[in-house]
């Protein structure tokens, strides 16, 4: 069970976000240049990750398109692995901070180091060391990997952190993935009644500024605009989620959400999970996201590493 009394560093986020922002402007975002994008399509779906950013997600739209439906305005912008773990006496800007391993790199923009890159037309793996993001030191006793496959109109991406530390952290509230999205997305919607896949309606909020909490006990949510068109998130291991809405001007707005659940870096410790994406309208992410939540196994997969 969540803990909503938990002073994480997922809520600081949201709470320090104009600040540092503000001082970082857009031309800096990662993935300029032509050449540090890698895409994948299949016909129905355009996905495109930056190598400069650890492979981290930052282009997704239809097949055909050039509506990019996520937002990548820095290096923390992006579908991606972030983690949290101990207070380490770090600041991002002028914030206290705690370990902070980014799959994309830094909040200066620094580059991490990309191990792998394999790339078809509609498949991707790439393994990744990541940077602090305060501090914007490698942490080398991570690894981070992830496998996408587009499979007709869903994105199905397998998500993989290993942790070669020697030291134990507590628990605190981890992002499954992080997901921001273009701000035209306003819209959240989910299910948060007590009968999940009996058709009972959606609700629909308009987050504010600062991390808001909810059950989702149909592990799906979406962002969607005023046509009712947007973005699905599905992670079958995970029942509530955190997001907001930062409206600061230009390319920083933005919509966020992240499935979340609680552990601590462990010595040894290797966490994955799947999480899924659909374009669409809302009835029909529900359909689909139906039977990929009832055939998956529930928990995300915590084990040692051998």
């Not at 069970?1 to 560093?9: F, I, N, Q, T, Y």
């Not at 993935?31 to 930052?58: P, Q």
């Not at 940077?131 to 007709?152: C, N, P, R, S, Y």
């Not at 966490?271 to 659909?278: N, V, W």
Request: hydrophobic share 35%; proline share 6%; glycine share 8%.
């Amino acid at each position: 069970m969540m803990l909503r009394s938990d002073k994480s560093m997922i809520a600081a986020l949201s709470l320090f976000a104009g600040a540092a922002l503000g001082a970082f402007a857009a031309d800096k975002a990662p993935g300029v240049e032509d050449s540090d994008w890698v895409f994948l399509e299949n016909g129905e779906l355009r996905l495109g990750v930056i190598k400069s950013a650890g492979a981290g997600i930052g282009f997704l739209s239809r097949s055909g398109s050039e509506e990019n439906l996520l937002n990548y305005y820095d290096r923390g912008r992006l579908i991606q692995q972030s983690y949290y773990g101990d207070a380490d006496g770090s600041k991002w800007v002028d914030k206290p901070w705690c370990l902070n391993p980014v799959q994309g790199g830094d909040y200066k923009n620094a580059i991490p180091q990309l191990l792998q890159i394999d790339v078809d037309t509609d498949k991707l793996y790439a393994k990744s060391i990541p940077l602090h993001w305060a501090t914007g030191e490698e942490l080398d006793d991570f690894t981070l990997e992830q496998w996408i496959v587009l499979k007709d109109d869903l994105v199905h991406v397998k998500f993989r952190m290993t942790y070669e530390g020697d030291e134990t952290h507590a628990p605190r509230h981890q992002e499954m993935p992080a997901v921001f999205l273009d701000s035209s997305l306003s819209d959240l919607v989910f299910y948060e009644g007590s009968s999940p896949w009996t058709e009972e309606a959606l609700s629909t909020k308009q987050p504010g500024q600062k991390n808001e909490y909810f059950d989702i006990p149909e592990s799906w949510a979406a962002f969607v605009d005023e046509k009712g068109e947007g973005v699905g998130v599905c992670v079958p291991s995970a029942s509530q989620i955190t997001c907001y809405r930062f409206r600061g001007g230009a390319n920083s707005d933005c919509s966020y959400l992240a499935p979340i659940t609680t552990f601590g870096f462990r010595p040894g410790m290797i966490f994955e999970y799947d999480a899924y994406f659909l374009i669409g309208k809302t009835d029909e992410m529900r359909r689909r996201f139906e039977p990929l939540i009832k055939a998956a196994n529930p928990q995300p997969k915590e084990e040692p590493k051998k």
